[in-house]
């Protein structure tokens, strides 16, 4: 009940009025980004922030409090908020590009994101969809309060296939003991409120899920803590997004190294990020109940690796200056060094000291895309592009906060 109320009161704090703002002329022509996309392998997907790569632009959020649509368009190097009423300057909840969720779905020509209805605060979610002008925004489905978010409190909705699909992870208590209930539910992108639950399983022992969106499969990893002596199992599953059909293709328990994220790749070669025995950072390729390592970074220790579409990168320290290794998956290099080469264009702070926190969006053989976070001497969130081609060039996308 503890963590509904904390549900009830984020929403209250979060989400914003959506006033529909008079319609104006469109900031971009809909046609250059006639591109039709899926949940894409390239970029995390991150519960406080979304991002896609729509043909030659770049949409996501970056906030942390509140959260705005943004747009970056590669072409004419502009970043703008996806408002579509040319008044507004964008720093209040009554903007129409302002999100309760970080989260943002690209399919079919249309951006989907999840936001309450306007205005009411304690109701259903709402999944939307609008052109990538900002404009037509429509109401596709109500995501029952009730129905869905008590009862299964889903962590990340993502489209694919053309069904949406929930994960979540609801804790409750029986007796002393804590537990919590994982699921992951699929509907069709319409206003029809039937789900199909693919997971519901209530586990008593400490547990996380991820998942990924590959082609025709949707995988579903379930990473179990054993309450004696901390071992990890993770379960990998997949379903079908053609015949529903459901089948486990990992299994592994009594894991004594340090396991992360997993990750399927576009070919569905399954690798697992992770620390090995001797504290270094690795990737473990994942088949036959096999889990073999095939990416090694000998000279960092302790450090997490994130994995994205062809590449993983491992940040570190070397006194106050942040680096970072980024690797392919056959364990060749491809950048090591410090993670700024140049300061960005228009930024008079040096963004890879201590001082701002790191993370990942996503990002492939040719760039990799950061937000990094200001911790101590201002709130603000730069979502920064790195060219791994042009000597580690950085843009800045997008900013956030002040
Ligand atoms: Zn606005």
New binding site residues.
């Given amino acids: 009940m503890k963590k509904i109320t904390k549900l009830i009161l984020l929403l209250i704090v979060t989400i914003g009025c959506l006033s529909s703002?008079k319609k104006a002329d469109p900031l971009i022509d809909n046609t250059e980004y006639g591109v039709e996309c899926e949940a894409q392998n390239k970029y995390l997907l991150i519960n406080s922030t979304g991002f896609q790569e729509v043909g030659k632009a770049f949409i996501g959020t970056a906030g942390m409090v509140g959260r705005?649509l943004r747009l970056y368009d590669l072409d004419s190097k502009v970043s703008s908020?996806l408002?579509?009423?040319p008044s507004?300057?964008?720093?209040s909840n009554?903007?129409?590009?302002?999100l309760n969720s970080g989260q943002v779905s690209y399919y079919d020509n249309k951006i989907y994101y999840i936001s309450n209805d306007s205005g009411n605060y304690s109701g259903d979610w709402i999944l939307w969809k609008e052109d990538i002008t900002g404009n037509n925004k429509t109401k596709v489905k109500a995501i029952s309060l009730e129905d869905v978010i008590f009862k299964y409190q889903p962590q990340q909705i993502v489209l694919h296939h053309g069904k949406v699909y929930l994960r979540g992870i609801a804790s409750t208590v029986d007796g002393a003991k804590p537990e919590y209930r994982i699921s992951l539910l699929s509907a069709r992108i319409d206003d029809n409120s039937d789900y199909q639950v693919l997971v519901d399983k209530t586990i008593s022992s400490g547990v996380s899920t991820s998942w990924r969106f590959v082609g025709d499969y949707v995988y579903f990893m379930i990473k179990e803590i054993s309450q004696d002596n901390n071992d990890v199992k993770i379960t990998i599953m997949r379903f079908s997004t053609v015949d529903g059909k459901e089948e486990t293709v990992y299994v592994e328990s009594g894991i004594t190294d340090k396991v992360a994220d997993f990750w399927v790749t576009v070919n569905e070669v399954i690798l697992l990020a992770g620390i090995n025995e001797n504290d270094h950072p690795c990737l473990w390729k994942l088949s036959n109940d096999k889990r073999e390592t095939v990416v090694l970074w000998e000279g960092i220790k302790s450090e997490i690796p994130i994995i994205m579409e062809d590449i993983a990168v491992v940040s570190y320290y070397v006194d106050e200056t942040r680096y970072i290794y980024i690797k392919d998956f056959d364990n060749d290099s491809v950048y090591s060094g410090p993670l700024f080469v140049n300061r960005a264009e228009g930024v008079d702070k040096d963004l890879g000291t201590q001082g701002y926190g790191f993370a990942v969006v996503g990002g492939d053989k040719d760039k990799v895309i950061i937000n990094l976070i200001g911790l101590i001497n201002e709130r603000k969130i730069y979502t920064i592009l790195f060219d791994l081609k042009n000597d580690m060039k950085s843009t800045v996308l997008w900013t956030d906060g002040n």
């Fill in positions: 703002c705005y908020v408002c579509s009423d507004c300057t964008h720093d009554n903007c129409s590009a302002y």
